[in-house]
């Protein structure tokens, strides 16, 4: 008597990634950036609303009267556009890493059918290109499935098995293109912030300068002398603070900008070695 084979082991489901719901922009009903861009508007209103948060925190008991609360209500108009811009570029960067976040989900779809000695030709295409539409609500919306559509859906449509790895590296390029234009805004908020503080250095000597002159002009002894120094020390503070926190936030800025560069980049390249390895290594030219 034959023992009956044992069954085959089914294939996973595949993981339901749903753009239009999971995006974090989406999710609060604005109108996402494509793969890891963020939009201007809901990063802008975020950013006012902690702007006012940490200036209302400054109006606490514990921080009024400070050295920290003077820095940045007594220091000229710069240091309130200055705080706006700083807490813009942390929300924007905030809001990059959820979504490159969700876009690291989509190496975990299981794309190619869990069959051995499975082969990707113009025969078998079309079930790996099911799969990624039943995996993803628009692969257009994912860096990997879009790359993947892209180039298995040239090989179903005109048969040539060479052109994929061609167009993966071509979209490849695109993609680092894309990434990298998602960081103009935040580019321009880098120059713009120690911008922002030389203002408020010239601002601080133009008073300082003033004060002084009238201190020359109108004192006549030591004590209205000292008296009238006073101005001139708040101008020279206003001078220096004003650059010591434009310099402080566009480091901190940068190097937040610099972190998540890198993990963006080491994303791209995940991407491209989970499509060659996965999609390039099983091509095959179909046999007649």
């Given at each position: 008597m034959t023992e009956s084979p044992l069954p085959l082991k089914p294939s996973p489901a595949p993981i339901m990634l749903d753009w239009g719901?999971?995006?974090?922009?989406?999710?609060?009903?604005?109108?996402?950036?494509?793969?890891?861009?963020?939009?201007?508007?809901?990063?802008?209103?975020?950013?006012?609303?902690?702007?006012?948060?940490?200036?209302?925190?400054?109006?606490?008991?514990?921080?009024?009267?400070?050295?920290?609360?003077?820095?940045?209500?007594?220091?000229?108009?710069?240091?309130?556009?200055?705080a706006l811009l700083f807490f813009w570029c942390i929300v924007i960067l905030v809001i990059k890493w959820l979504k490159l976040g969700f876009q690291r989900r989509s190496l975990d779809v299981p794309?190619?059918?869990?069959?051995?000695?499975?082969?990707?030709?113009?025969?078998?295409?079309?079930?790996?290109?099911?799969?990624?539409?039943?995996?993803?609500?628009?692969?257009?919306?994912?860096?990997?499935?879009?790359?993947?559509?892209?180039?298995?859906?040239?090989?179903?449509?005109?048969?040539?098995?060479?052109?994929?790895?061609?167009?993966?590296?071509?979209?490849?390029?695109?993609?680092?293109?894309s990434v990298e234009t998602s960081y103009a805004l935040l580019q321009g908020f880098v120059w713009a912030i120690p911008v922002l503080g030389f203002i408020g250095t010239v601002l601080g000597l133009s008073?300082?300068?003033?004060?002084?002159?009238?201190?020359?002009?109108?004192?006549?002894?030591?004590?209205?002398?000292?008296?009238?120094?006073?101005?001139?020390?708040?101008?020279?503070?206003?001078?220096?603070?004003?650059?010591?926190?434009a310099l402080v936030a566009a480091l901190v800025v940068q190097l937040l900008m610099t972190i998540m560069r890198k993990h963006e980049q080491d994303f791209l390249d995940a991407a491209m070695e989970h499509a060659l390895r996965n999609v390039v290594g099983r091509l095959r030219i179909a046999e007649e």
């Open positions: 719901r999971c995006d974090f922009e989406q999710r609060l009903c604005f109108l996402g950036g494509r793969y890891t861009s963020v939009i201007g508007l809901l990063s802008g209103l975020l950013a006012v609303m902690l702007t006012a948060a940490f200036y209302g925190l400054l109006a606490t008991p514990w921080l009024r009267g400070s050295t920290f609360e003077a820095i940045f209500t007594k220091r000229g108009p710069t240091q309130y556009a200055t794309l190619i059918p869990n069959e051995a000695g499975f082969v990707i030709s113009t025969a078998t295409v079309g079930r790996v290109l099911e799969r990624i539409n039943d995996s993803v609500d628009d692969p257009r919306n994912f860096i990997l499935f879009n790359r993947l559509v892209i180039a298995l859906a040239n090989l179903r449509n005109l048969g040539h098995v060479g052109d994929v790895d061609d167009i993966l590296q071509s979209q490849a390029s695109q993609d680092e293109a008073e300082a300068i003033g004060q002084f002159s009238g201190v020359l002009g109108a004192a006549k002894d030591v004590s209205q002398i000292s008296s009238a120094l006073k101005g001139v020390t708040a101008g020279l503070a206003t001078a220096f603070d004003t650059t010591l926190v």
